[in-house]
């Protein structure tokens, strides 16, 4: 394997990303809630090097990115649920589970033998651009490897996965920071939260006109990327904290303070933006104990808390 190479955000970088992605490569690239670990989604070969490079459980799915609602129409069944919330939040930080067309045309390995396919119009210009100059779908999970914390900026891919992949076009910071709201349906329809993400919850309910239930129990396999240890800093995490104990490195939000900030202001948009380069941060420092003041439980809170309850779930 080569170095990996950072591509600038212009037109020579668009081009080589869009030509690594041809030869069956994989180019990170930026999108408006984290760094995806793209490669072409019509090609079984490809798809494998993603999960090589991520060190991935094979029966992990992927989330494949396309450029409009016409691209998704070519590889799932849109219901007038699905269409209803791809018009109210496509392009951003929503993924759908739709079933699968039969000439699809997805490399199997993508959906790791599911009847269902994730999909998502991401809204970034740089992820747009290298859509339409691709020309096809590509299958992107998060750049990071397995396990570990999502990356919104592109040093923190290069961090993870550096020597690994080919290349990595440098957008700058994410601006969501936080994965995309994923969202299923039932064998009646019924719209189900799969993961919270980007999108806030209140959000999709009000296009939809209905609460979004929780995974069906009996489904079996819904999001089983929600490793629990996934999202952690190396340091034990300590949750609901109002002030650190000894040895502890605080992450603070709102009036809470503390060595780190979420959002001073307690603003749920800043905080998400700024949750992953927080943990990041702890890692640099090495930080052995952390206490992360509490988050409300509201808007895109949701995925704050889910994204923080994993970072302090007990680890191997
Ligand atoms: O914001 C995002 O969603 C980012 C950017 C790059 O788009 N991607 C991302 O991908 O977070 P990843 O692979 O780290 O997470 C995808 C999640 C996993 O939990 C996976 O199990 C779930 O989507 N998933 C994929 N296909 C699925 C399917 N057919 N049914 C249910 N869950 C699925
Ligand atoms: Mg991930």
Request: proline share 9%; glycine share 10%; charged share 20%.
């Amino acid at each position: 394997m080569p170095e990996t190479r950072l591509l600038p955000p212009d037109d020579a970088g668009l081009d080589a990303a869009a030509e690594i992605l041809r030869a069956g490569g994989r180019v990170a690239l930026p999108t408006e809630t984290v760094y995806g670990l793209g490669a072409d989604a019509r090609s079984d070969a490809a798809v494998a090097g993603i999960f090589a490079a991520k060190d991935r459980p094979a029966f992990n799915p992927l989330i494949v990115h396309v450029a409009d609602l016409a691209a998704a129409a070519r590889h799932v069944e849109l219901s007038d649920t699905a269409r209803h919330l791809a018009a109210a939040f496509w392009p951003g930080p929503l993924t759908l589970v739709l079933p699968l067309k039969a000439q699809a045309g997805i490399a199997p390995l993508v959906t790791a033998g599911l009847p269902t396919l994730a999909i998502r119009v991401p809204a970034h210009p740089l992820a747009q651009d290298l859509l339409r100059r691709f020309a096809g779908p590509i299958a992107a999970p998060s750049a990071n490897p397995s396990g570990r914390v999502s990356a919104t900026e592109a040093r923190h891919v290069m961090a993870g996965l550096s020597g690994r992949i080919e290349a990595v076009l440098d957008g700058g910071a994410c601006a969501v920071g936080l994965e995309s709201t994923i969202i299923g349906f039932g064998p009646d329809g019924t719209a189900r939260l799969l993961r919270p993400g980007g999108i806030a919850k209140e959000a999709a309910e009000a296009v939809l006109g209905a609460p979004l239930l929780p995974p069906a129990p009996e489904a079996g396999i819904t999001s089983p990327g929600q490793l629990l240890s996934h999202y952690a800093p190396s340091g034990r995490v300590r949750l609901g904290a109002t002030e650190p104990r000894a040895g502890e490195t605080m992450v603070g939000f709102g009036a809470v303070r503390g060595d780190l900030n979420l959002s001073e202001r307690g603003d749920l948009a800043e905080a998400a933006a700024r949750l992953f380069t927080v943990f990041h941060r702890l890692d640099e420092m090495g930080a052995k104990a952390i206490a992360v003041a509490p988050v409300p439980e509201e808007g895109l809170g949701l995925a704050i808390n889910d994204r923080l309850r994993r970072a302090a779930a007990p680890r191997d």
